[in-house]
């Protein structure tokens, strides 16, 4: 059995808008988009509306009916806050407990809630599963770890059941570089633009790598309400950056530089990611070849950029 009225918060986003889109195609259910644009990306034949996440009576109206809200909405991301924590507190902790309450009010059946698989753990030696030791040590990590524990105080207080989603490195059609995310966009774009590919540290920094249309599939393993839990939402892929640099000469075939800055502190050495779990429950799922995943978004940025 599916929740039958869906809301996504931050359908927008880059994670957002991959999810919109398969959330459309499933049958029987009714999909609501809400984000912080006046439109939404995906044009006027969508159920889309602007919200304002701290506006609560706003929330009420918008999510009288919903039985089931995926919560991608994030104001910050991990390098941006490490100088300056109270950033994550004010940007994305406060608000989120303001729309918690607001869901409790509403009684709500379901929450689905993005985490970050690449802070929470901090540095792993071996694949950390969802019971691994956590030891966040950038800001961005801590408070992702911090709204996880309070989604359980809201299901004890509330009965809000819910669903975690521990999200790796996320690749594919249109990521916002800008905002500092997205390794491998982002060295697709410079490549692109004749630019040379800066790496910060020696390239062994290991990541997981998921291409997003695979994430926003696993993603929809929330609809069926007899699910609970929370998951590594992480490929098979462990790969160094220095890796990733060689793949992406393989598919591509063009010349460019690499330039070896020093390392930052707020980066993870390495992330060994279990996902087993996700994969016990979804046997069927078959994940997008590196390979392919980073040509197509490389022919997706040739076609708007050139």
Known sequence: MTFKNVAIIGANGFIGTHLAKKSLAVPG????????????????????RQID??????????????????????????????????IEVEMNLIPFLGF?????????????????????????????NEDYPKNPF????????????????????????????RISNCYGPGQNTSKGLGL????LERIIQG?????????????????????AQMMLHSLYDVTEGIYNASSNDHLSINEIIGIIRGVIKKEFDVVY?????????????????IMNENPDFRFTDIDKGIDTTY????????
């Open 100 to 128: 918690m309450e607001t869901v409790a009010e509403l009684q709500i059946k379901k929450v689905v809630f993005t985490s970050s698989a690449g802070t929470i753990y901090g540095t792993t030696t071996q694949k950390a």
């Open 299 to 306: 022919q997706h940025l040739l076609q708007i950029m050139q």
């Open 138 to 165: 950038s800001p961005h990590g801590i408070v992702k770890l911090t709204m996880e524990y309070f989604l359980n105080y809201f299901k004890i207080r509330n009965g809000i059941s819910f669903d975690v989603y």
């Open 261 to 277: 800055n020093p390392g930052r502190q707020s980066d993870n050495p390495a992330i060994y990611l279990d996902n087993s779990r």
């Open 184 to 187: 491998i966009n982002t060295f």
């Open 195 to 215: 630019r040379e590919i800066n790496i910060f540290g020696n390239g062994e920094t290991i990541r997981n790598y998921i291409f997003a249309e695979d994430l």
């Open 29 to 48: 259910i009714n999909v609501h988009l809400f984000g912080k644009n006046e439109h939404s990306v995906l044009g006027k034949d969508v159920s889309y």
């Open 53 to 86: 996440i701290e506006n609560k009576a706003q929330l009420r109206a918008y999510l009288s009916n919903i039985d089931i809200v995926y919560y991608l909405a994030s104001g910050s991301i991990p390098y941006s806050t490490w100088q300056n924590p109270q």
